[in-house]
């Protein structure tokens, strides 16, 4: 046990050095609280510290990607891009650590192993792999919805004498495809912002893919100057219309507010180009319906396959670019020339929906009576989203619950940020809450804001643990449940269920009702003495 640890337990143990530790953080000092980060990675930034794969870039505009809790923050900070690339999202990161002087409340290398809650104590004690321990009042999670990479099982893998890299894992030393045979192996977001950089170098490019993906041009480009200005005349007030949007951003360009069944053809049409000039999520705002109806977002769906199919010069390529499952169901990818590398002759599109990888050779795979050989191999296999990171920790609530047994059928929840059973545990940005629906950063703005208002509530009455009544929690689970049958998004088979993972329990994960009406309910929640939870 660390020397401060044995001397005086925290009031607040962070799990995690990205954009939700450091806010909250920042916020806990503000407070007068007693907090630290405990992280794993060499650096702050989480998801922006691992996933440097080429093209790695937000696919939310900068200027709304961005905290908006100071003023003079945001005001100082000059981004590039319209959609900010890796690097510049790490050193934001890191200038944010440093402008707040947060780095001394921050330790990193270290691998939280096991949280155990102390009935005794009212507290928890944590421990990281290396031994070291902490007792905290409060243990938050700010470990990210998408932070344990998946590495499927292939067979062999362990024989491919390559070089074998994760998108969400890439390595630090520069990697120089130049004159490799390259196989990409998945055509998610990473994989769609990848694989144009990749095919430029390689000699040879192979991507594998089981399930085609939508993208929609990102038209990144530098940002532009008058825009920057508009938006720093009145930054809250640009972030306050963000708040007040569905997915907290894009006031600018609001839904278009009538069905898809409701217009022309022509009309359609017109809706649908328009947004794909604007380029990103644009797109899905084309309607008001376009992922609450099957048949409107048929029609967007046919829009984008006729885009891939202009695109795309070998019409057998073309066809098995275009996807055929619900548009948005997985999240749509926002691309930079994705559909076009396709037409280069050093890349090749290998459909493994029918026939799956079978196994590793030494060499390359086989996939049924294929063989393919190449020299490097790149994992873009996504992650065991919104769950992963918890599961595996030895994290154990009241009575030496754990959390494997707890979330053996899915994460019950309450509001996204309790758990019953877990007393003075709060989770940001996971399962339960809007997360990933929403520009993440506003969700972790609203998360941070909540706890840290909650703390103080719980100090001003002399009260040691709140927790969620298992009512509460199924009434929850049920309404995550109810918002998503409402939308198209039980349709496929995405990482938003769990279906990416095999055994993984299907549960829809993330809230689709919205974010402005999650953060009314959650002050709501507040302001009713913190109804749902039980406080002692
Ligand atoms: P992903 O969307 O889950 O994509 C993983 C890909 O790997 C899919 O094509 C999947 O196919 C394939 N795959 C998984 N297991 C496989 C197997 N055993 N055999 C063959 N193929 C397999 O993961 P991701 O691309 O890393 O993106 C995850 C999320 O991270 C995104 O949805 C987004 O929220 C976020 N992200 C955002 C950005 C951005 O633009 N800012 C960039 C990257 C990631 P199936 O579809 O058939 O499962």
Redesign the pocket.
Known sequence: MSEAASAMPLDILIVGAGFAGLYMLHKARRQGLNARVIEAAPSVGGTWYH?RYPG?????QSMEYSYGFDEALQQDWHWSERYASQPELLRYANHVADRFALRDGIQLCTRIAAAHFDEEHKCWQVRAATGEAWSARFLVMASGP?SSP?R?D?DGLQDFSGPVMH??DWPHEPVDFSGQRVAV?????????AIPLIAQQARELIV????A?YAAPAHNGPLDADFEATIKRDYAGFRARNRRMHGGFSAALPPNPVSALAVSDEERKSAFESRWRIGGFALLGAFNDLLLNERSNALAAQFVRNKIAAIVEDPATARLLQPTHTLGC??L??DSGYYATFNRPNVRLVD??TQ??ERFTPTGLKTGAREFDFDALVL????D?MTGTLMRLDLRGRGGLTIQHKWHAGPLNYLGLGIAGFPNLFNIAGPGSTS?FTNIIVAIEQHVDWIAECIAHLDAQGLATIEPSEAAETTWTEHVNAAARRTVFLSC???YLG??IPGKPRMFMPLASGFPQYAQRCAEVARKGYEGFVLA
């Open positions: 996933n790695a870039r937000v696919d939310i998408l998946n499927p292939f998108t969400a192996v998945g055509t998610g977001s990473s994989a769609v912002q594998f893919q089981r399930t993906a997985k999240r990818c926002v493994i929906s799956p990888i873009a296999t996504g992650f989203a990933a088979n995405s990482w279906a990416n």
